[in-house]
């Protein structure tokens, strides 16, 4: 990384942006308070990368940015969490493709991201092994070729939009052509943390791809900026519907306030919430754990209180690879052979019949 560092404007190449990151402790801006020492210790074992723009959006030490992207010390100590809970390596059939449920599978098609968030649930691999190779994407591309009861493939990684238009087209290109992927995913934090990516040329190259669904991750409201909001619109212009997976994170978002407000400014950028997750017990993320009942809170201060749409799934991926439940907070209140008792969302109780 070169330092002294030139911020770059809101429409600088996102090229530009993403060669200006930041990867070592001692080349932080002054204005971000931290022991750069011991940071690096950090850095060794979980490398950092934070793009000008993302930095850009931190506005003091500590908050709900800066801990998304500034490593943290507690990282290196944590015992609690492990290097794989979801088990992806156990239901991989071929390197960097995952599949675990009958008609869909994960793919991971790139091994980099926009910005190393310090929670990421493939931390044990992000910017120290590649994940992908020309060899596993031809490898995972024929095993999809070869199963045809997959009818939805989810790109993820690392982030596919980091890969260039090219190669982004001729993974696309291919899956399109399998008479039994009726629906392509990709999963992408860019138009959070490097919205300039978002062209209206890859705009208009993904719009050829259609059915093709994108879930953005945003989890704070600060994230929702004038360059995010013209990224998604882009995005949605081009035919592309929009969903958002936010992770729970202490001290970031596990105020029902701010997911609320996260919740109904997705909706303004025209993004509607999918899933609302329960961080994943990774080595190194401890500190962001939050209790189980913190989600069942949360959801319970959205669910009629705000609009349905506003409304995401509170979705678990439970420890060792059984897959997503999603959990709900707990509305009925008893249970007879002819009545429900139920509590409504301003915690009103009502008698409703059973019809059978
Ligand atoms: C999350 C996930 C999916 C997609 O799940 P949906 O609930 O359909 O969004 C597919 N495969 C794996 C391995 C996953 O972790």
Redo the contacts with the bound molecule.
Sequence with gaps: MKSPMVHPGPEAPWRTILSQSITAPRNLPPSIKTDRKALEAVTARYPMQINPYYLGLIQETGDPIYKQCIPDIREISDEAGVEDP?N?EG?SPVPGL????PD???FLVSSRCAMHCRFCNRKRKVGRESMVSGGSIREGLSYIKSHKEIR?V?LSGGDPLLLNNGKLAEILTQLKEMPHVEII?I?TRIPCTLPQRITPRLAHLLGRFKPLYI?VHFNHPREITPAASLACGRLADAGIPLGC?TVLLKGVNDQPEVIMTLMQKLLTIRVRP??LFQADPVRGTSHFWTPLQRGMEIMSVLQGHTSGLCVPHF?V?LFA?G??VLLLPEYVVKRTPHWLTVKNYAGKIYRHPILD
């Design positions: 979801l992806e239901d995952t599949h675990r449920y869909r599978v994960l939805d989810l995913r999963g879930n997976q999918y899933y979705a991926d690879g897959g997503k």
